[in-house]
């Protein structure tokens, strides 16, 4: 059963993570945070196979939220992927530069957020679902 934190701003995306990883087939257990402070907190409390974590957040934005998690040893190896809104190149470079294992714009494709969610909490490499292959709003490690 793997262990997913959910941290955005918008409960709707929490609830759609859920219907996602349910067609994927992944067993799971899913908790849900609203700020970027909250989910780090959480982050350090509990042992999570996977994090989503939304870029645009009250009290602590995602950026920041994200570089805090990979500076803390007890949240550092938890694979992130980033889910939100922003569509900026420039910036999605920066946030792939601080850890995420994959980013994903939204609006997303249930189909393909399923895909990656699968293969980052699994340990796999992630590799784009051929329907958005050299889709610039879906990135993969590296991107």
């Known amino acids: 059963m793997k262990r997913i934190l959910v941290i955005d701003d918008d409960p709707s995306i929490a609830r759609a993570i859920e219907i996602v990883l349910k067609a994927a087939d992944v067993e799971h257990v899913l908790d ?18 996977l994090i989503t974590l ?28 980033v889910i939100t809104a922003q569509h900026d190149a420039a910036y999605h470079r920066r946030v792939m530069k601080l850890g995420a294992a994959a980013l994903v714009t939204k609006p997303f494709h249930a189909e393909a957020l399923g895909s990656i969610l699968s293969q980052v909490v699994s340990g796999e490499q ?11 709003d879906v990135r993969p490690l590296g991107g």
């Open 32 to 49: 849900y945070c609203s700020d970027g402070a909250q989910g780090r907190l959480k982050a350090a409390q509990g042992r999570y196979d």
């Open 126 to 136: 992630v590799e784009l679902p051929a329907s958005r292959e050299g889709d610039p």
């Open 54 to 81: 939304d870029l645009n957040m009250p009290l602590m934005g995602g950026v920041e939220a994200l570089r805090e998690l990979k500076r803390d040893p007890r949240s550092a190896d938890i694979p992130v992927v």
